[in-house]
């Protein structure tokens, strides 16, 4: 059986270890030289055994050595450098239609998306490869013809990044000055309206919100003229009226190009995908591409943790939705009320009906971006004041904001003691450490981590202080979908479990109506003016949500997942018809 062993670069440091993988190594002390420790630890796939020794002896958690299945052998597609990273087989482009990406993160998806969109070359799991190996790997394949145009430069190809927020580190003009430089399809005007960025044009990149940048990344992206466009999560900071506005936009796209995409938002990806590559492996260490599959049956059977052509079963256990109808909170103490209040800025006013929040609950908050739900939990959180100084609340207040950054030098498991030091208690490793998948990152620097790790840590640092209320401001952002439906049940057991409430804001729909007891919608123009309406039921409040947006949802038959009900279709118009657009039981 053929191994790859990989070790991580931040993680492996030998003069702080001892070297301890070094010490312990059977093939070492038998004369072979399995492993050689320099900057860090260099592990030879040829003469390790496997023994799995230097794993455990490590003590940062750096090495990770895994045997996969002979058909895989000399089927490399790229690896970051000796013991680093590797994926197998590639997606494959399908003209006229829309082709998702599925997987957890670290696996390998965006480093798929750079080598199909030419901005990085396969080294075929080698330190360097030629064109003509490239060839003769793919020869036979749907990628061969697609290949050899990108090397011959005869296809162009658009790319819309991950991490939005680093856009304005590279350019520092005007917004409306960006898409008019890029606009080469001569459809400015049009994909502006879809988008809804008029508001946004005479702003200057630095001055845009999270959900501005993401679509002017997008517009951006469709404005180039390429054959291949491809888009990395799209929907990070939206909220679900604008994530609609966005598949609807790339659908229309695909109709004369052809298109990639990467999503965590699974309503999203069943409502804008014809078919899905699911990709699977072991995050940070190997990542394998499957097939392409039907979008339903796709998305299905990577809920379920098994593909069933692959005959592989990818998770130990099926990811779950609940088959009830949505519930009511069924706690009736009130840990507080809030009295109406308002928030005036000078170009935005918030109006917020009087509310309470109960003893152990979930609140979600939903609404539209730009109406205030930030600055309602900033109001709560006492980093803001409302007008006339009403709000005063008297239980302590843990706050985890929208946009997480790492501003101090501090690897991440110091962090977490300095605000808990039983962090390291087996309680608090089962209920919080191993479901956001901290062990691993404990020993790194928050400088190093990438976004989806930042938010898990800043989760996991707002629910280990000592407060009553803790407020989550868009916890599900970079998450993937194992990660966000994880996070959505270990805010429900801490709030079960500890007797404490919690507050969340978020645009997932699954995330929503996984986590929360009642629901707080906010409305409004945004920008303008928003209302928080008062707490309500989760049909209620879902009900009153959606019907702004005219959507509706239904249940999968086969996984109870939400589905959108396609626009106009039979089963949306018997939903609004009654008034139920959440869910048709």
Same mark, same amino acid.
């Given at each position: ?50 023994? #799995? ?6 003590? @940062? ?30 997606? !494959? ?46 020869? #036979? ?101 604008? @994530? ?49 599959? #039907? ?16 005959? !592989? ?13 949505? @519930? ?33 609950? !979930? ?223």
């Amino acid at each position: 059986m053929p191994r790859i062993a990989v070790v991580d670069k931040y993680r492996c440091q030998p003069k702080k270890c001892g070297q301890e993988c070094l010490k312990y190594c059977p093939k070492v002390r038998t004369g072979d030289e399995t492993i050689v420790v320099k900057e860090k630890a260099i592990i030879s796939e040829n003469l390790c055994v496997g023994c #799995g020794i230097c794993v455990k002896k490590c003590p @940062r958690k750096a090495i990770s050595i895994v045997g996969l299945p002979e058909r895989l052998e000399g089927k490399e597609v790229h690896r970051y450098g000796v013991n680093g990273f590797i994926l197998y087989n590639l997606p !494959v482009p399908k003209k006229g239609y829309v082709v998702g990406i599925l997987g957890p993160n670290g696996i390998g998806k965006t480093t798929a998306l750079k080598i199909l969109s030419g901005q990085l070359k396969p080294n075929l799991g080698k330190e360097k490869a030629e064109w003509d190996e490239i060839f003769e790997r793919f020869s #036979g394949s749907e990628l061969l013809d697609y290949l050899k145009m990108l090397s011959n430069k005869k296809i162009r190809t658009s790319l819309k990044p991950q991490y939005v927020e680093d856009l304005p580190k590279f350019y520092s003009g005007k917004a409306l000055d960006l898409l008019k430089r890029v606009d080469e399809r001569g459809v400015f005007d049009e994909v502006v309206e879809k988008l809804n960025l008029k508001v946004s044009l005479q702003k200057n990149l630095k001055d845009l919100s999270g959900g501005e940048l993401q679509r002017l990344a997008i517009a951006a992206c469709i404005l180039k003229d390429a054959d291949f466009y491809f888009f990395d999560e799209v929907t990070s900071y939206l909220d679900i009226s604008q @994530r609609i506005s966005v598949a609807n936009a790339v659908r229309e796209l695909a109709k004369e190009r052809t298109v990639m995409i990467v999503e965590h938002d699974l309503a999203i990806l069943d409502m804008l995908a014809d078919f899905v590559h699911i990709v699977y492996g072991e995050p940070g260490v190997y990542g394998i591409f499957t097939n392409a599959k #039907g979008v339903r049956v796709g998305v299905n059977q990577y809920l379920k943790g098994y593909l069933t052509e692959e005959n !592989v079963r990818i998770r130990d256990k099926p990811i779950e939705f609940e088959i009830f109808n949505p @519930r009511d909170s069924e706690s009736e103490k009130i840990l507080f009320e809030y009295p109406s209040f308002r928030k005036t800025f000078e170009d935005f006013k918030l109006e917020v009906e009087s509310g309470d929040v109960k003893l152990g609950e !979930v609140l979600g908050v939903v609404g539209p971006n730009a109406t205030g739900k930030s600055t309602f939990v900033k109001i709560l959180a006492k980093v803001l004041e409302d007008d006339e100084k009403k709000v005063s609340l008297k239980v302590k207040i843990s706050y985890k904001p929208q946009y997480v950054k790492a501003d101090v030098e501090m690897d991440v498991g110091s962090l977490l003691r300095k605000l808990n030091p039983l962090v390291d208690s087996s309680f608090y490793r089962t209920e919080l450490i191993k479901p956001l998948g901290l062990e691993k990152i404990m020993d790194m620097n928050l400088t190093d981590l990438s976004g989806g790790e930042l938010q898990r840590v800043a989760i996991a640092a707002c629910l280990l202080r000592d407060a009553d209320l803790y407020l989550l401001d868009e916890p599900s952002a970079h998450l993937d979908v194992e990660q966000r439906i994880e996070t959505a049940r270990l805010i429900r057991r801490f709030a079960l479990n500890s007797g404490k409430s919690v507050l969340v804001v978020d645009h997932d729909i699954y995330f929503i109506d996984m986590v929360s007891d009642r629901l707080l919608v906010f409305e409004g123009k945004p920008g303008v003016y928003g209302i928080a309406r008062k707490p309500r039921g989760m049909r209620e409040g879902m009900n009153m949500f959606l019907a702004k947006l005219s959507i509706t949802f239904r249940r999968d038959e086969e996984t109870k997942r939400p589905r959108v009900n396609k626009l106009d279709s039979k089963l949306d118009r018997e939903q609004k018809a009654v008034g139920e657009y959440y869910y048709w039981f």
